[in-house]
């Protein structure tokens, strides 16, 4: 049985035990969020369709279950894109997804830059 309280401050006894189950339920209890290089990848394309006009203002949510970069042509509007981690999704589907406005998922994978591939094409006029 480990106590907490028989912490010493001197010498090698002055190690701090965490409990596995005290740890995960800390790991839980906290938002998940974009790490550096995810949100470096997702500034690089919404700089890009900035200036090009496309979009003009973003939010960021970070939530239990996912964190969202929303993408807005204006402010007062719902967002044009959504791009989501959701972790518990990463074994199965992929934790990234690019979202629509109407709720549809346009692309998802394991790997963003993958996902964001979607931004990269140019839409083409299809002659009747």
Request: hydrophobic share 45%; net charge positive; proline share 3%.
């Amino acid at each position: 049985m480990i106590n907490r309280g028989d912490a010493k401050e001197d010498g090698e006894d002055s190690a701090i035990l965490i409990l596995f189950p005290e740890a995960r339920r800390r790991r839980l209890e906290m938002p998940v969020t974009f790490d550096r290089r995810e949100l470096d990848q997702i500034l690089r394309i919404y700089g890009r369709m900035v200036a090009a006009g496309e979009w003009r203002d973003y939010a960021i949510d970070h939530l239990s279950d996912r964190a969202v970069f929303s993408v807005f042509r204006r402010t007062s509007e719902v967002p044009l894109f959504q791009i989501a981690k959701m972790p518990k999704l990463a074994r199965r589907q992929g934790a990234f997804a690019v979202i629509a406005a109407g709720g549809i998922i346009v692309k998802r994978g394991h790997e963003l830059a993958r996902v964001l591939g979607v931004f990269d094409r140019t839409l083409k006029l299809a002659e009747a």
